[in-house]
């Protein structure tokens, strides 16, 4: 049982990091202010990223989504419940 809500919690918080992500990456084409900026900031969280491009897309989108796995994995690892 403790397994399965670990699937499920980690689930739906990736799909939440790649909804904020996508919205990230739209609001880049929204808002174009400080585009060297954003880049340079999504390079340093995201392998592989190399501009605004769909390629990019493609890999923050499921870099955001294997992080959420990442950190929950983490957090129960060092013990704190959910």
């Not at 919690?9 to 060297?36: K, M, Q, V, Y």
């Not at 390629?55 to 013990?79: H, T």
Request: proline share 1%; net charge positive; charged share 10%.
């Amino acid at each position: 049982m403790e397994n399965n809500n670990f699937w499920k919690i980690a689930n739906r918080l990736g799909l939440f990091f790649a909804i904020i992500f996508t919205i990230c990456f739209i609001w880049h084409s929204i808002n174009p202010i400080d585009i060297e900026l954003r880049v340079k900031l999504f390079q340093m969280a995201f392998i592989g990223f190399s501009g605004m491009n769909f390629v990019s897309f493609i890999l923050g989108a499921v870099q955001s989504y294997l992080y959420a796995y990442l950190g929950l994995a983490i957090w129960r690892l060092v013990g704190l419940k959910m």
